[in-house]
């Protein structure tokens, strides 16, 4: 069975500080859905920290979790990007940017410092943000004349399925939306009633 739901924050979390051995770290963590969103993200950081030495962030996009990036912006490799994105991994989100901006505090923390720093950082930040459940959706058109509208609400209210949008008058048409896993099931339903016709919306 696919899985039909997703975790994503709410909104950015509190920035949150993690200090070790005079080194800084800030971390945040944002809701973001395009590589645009991030990269604005990551200037208006630099931005706000420009005296920092490192951002060090990591990725996930897509409902199926399917885009992912770390970035270690020169630390040594896999020591800041990869503990960040195991954090988005363990709190199971997606549709966030994880950043941790590090100050240098003249003492060197050492790879396995480093991966412990970035990690907890990152978890604080996530640990800071509304993080809620979503359920993944298809829409689907419904097309049919007026004398079929019982017809077709009894269904939508049977199934309990939501309205998006709806235009009534001699030509009907209502957008619905349904969960993933009952998209097949629902689809069916609408092309065996007859005079409803029934089309998916692409996202």
């Known amino acids: 069975m696919e899985k039909d739901t997703y ?8 920035e949150v ?4 051995r005079g080194s800084k770290f800030f971390g945040y963590a944002f809701p973001v859905t395009s590589e645009e969103a991030i990269k604005e993200h990551l200037e208006d950081l630099k931005k706000q920290h420009y005296n920092a030495r490192h951002w060090c ?3 996930q996009l897509g409902k199926a979790y399917e885009q992912y990036r770390a970035n270690d912006d020169g630390e040594p490799s896999n020591s800041a990007g990869m503990p960040i994105y195991g954090q988005l991994q363990s709190f199971g989100v997606t ?3 994880v950043v941790v901006v590090r100050y240098f505090g003249g003492t060197k923390l050492g790879v396995g410092g480093l991966i412990q720093a970035y990690k907890t950082t990152a978890q604080m930040a996530l640990e800071a943000s509304k993080i809620k459940e979503k ?3 298809e829409t689907f058109l ?3 004349e007026y004398p079929e509208m019982n017809t077709v609400m009894r269904i939508i209210k049977e199934e309990n399925l939501q309205i998006i949008d709806q235009k009534l008058e001699l030509n009907c048409e209502i ?9 097949e099931k629902i ?17």
């Open 175 to 183: 957008q619905i939306s349904v969960r993933l896993k009952e998209a």
């Open 57 to 59: 962030y990591a990725w």
């Open 187 to 203: 689809f069916q339903l609408f092309e065996n009633t007859y005079k409803v016709s029934v089309k998916k919306m692409e996202d």
């Open 142 to 144: 419904l097309t049919f």
């Open 17 to 20: 500080l993690f200090k070790d």
């Open 135 to 137: 359920t993944i959706d």
């Open 7 to 14: 975790k994503t924050l709410l909104k950015p979390s509190k």
């Open 95 to 97: 549709n966030t940017l």
